[in-house]
């Protein structure tokens, strides 16, 4: 069956620093795959989705590149915020309309 | 146009009441999910329905727990006779029926029961 895995945290980064947070996944048709950001006591918002092959999705400065290759989607931010602290998600939704969620990433931005 | 309303956002239950949980899909989505969310922790899938049919209840608790999409109004999630357990926030998405769309999700229903 579809499988998302990602990155343990929490994930510690100082304001402006670089940030990557990996997800693969493993699927047996050709999925869309997107990532949620949920903030403290919120539900979970999308933040940006690639619907096939080499799509890149991008929001608020943050993006991920759909590579099939190796079957991935890690998002990235060149320079975080303190507000961007939040759980990230990654998720993918087959053909049977199911959106399959890796355990989320908890990131920590200190000023 | 309003999102997925959850209501209500806070619920306290004392042991073995019943909570019904409320979920207002987005206008023109008819498919609908319910997750649970333990705190500090990721979710767990539940129940996805579609109008008056339930599509996949693979992650339902197989006692106590039962949910509708009725014809009219919003989806319930109820749960029977609560436990101290059951204290999580729950969820709801909602979606077109199509793999391109990712799911809309509501500000959830805090559930404690003391």
New interface residues.
């Given amino acids: 069956g579809d499988s998302v895995t990602q990155m343990e945290g929490p994930v510690t980064l100082s304001e402006e620093a670089f940030l990557t947070i990996n997800c693969t996944y493993t699927a047996t048709g050709y999925?869309?795959l997107?990532w949620?950001v949920q903030y403290p006591g919120?539900?979970?918002?999308?933040l940006l989705?690639a619907?096939k092959a080499d799509d890149k999705g991008s929001n608020k400065g943050f993006e991920a590149t759909y590579r099939k290759e190796t079957t991935s989607f890690h998002l990235e931010k060149g320079s975080v915020q303190v507000s961007d602290s939040a759980v990230y998600?990654c998720?993918l939704?087959?053909?049977g309309?199911?959106?399959t969620?890796?355990?989320?990433t908890r990131l920590m931005v200190k000023p | 146009n309003a999102g997925v309303m959850q209501n209500p956002r806070h619920l306290v239950r004392r042991r073995g009441q019943e909570a019904r949980l409320r979920c207002s899909p987005m206008k023109g989505h008819s498919h609908v999910y319910w997750y649970r969310q333990l705190p500090e922790e990721g979710l767990k899938f539940m129940v996805y329905l579609q109008k008056e049919n339930i599509i996949d209840e693979s992650g339902m608790p197989k006692e106590r727990f039962s949910a509708e999409f009725p014809k009219e109004g919003p989806s319930i999630l109820r749960i029977q006779q609560v436990v101290r357990g059951d204290s999580a926030a729950y969820f709801c998405a909602s979606s077109p029926g199509d793999r391109l769309y990712g799911y809309t999700f509501g500000s959830g229903t805090r559930l404690t029961v003391v």
Avoid: I, W
């Fill in positions: 999925p869309s997107f949620y919120e539900g979970l918002q999308l989705k619907t998600f998720a939704r087959d053909a309309n199911m959106l969620f890796g355990g989320g």
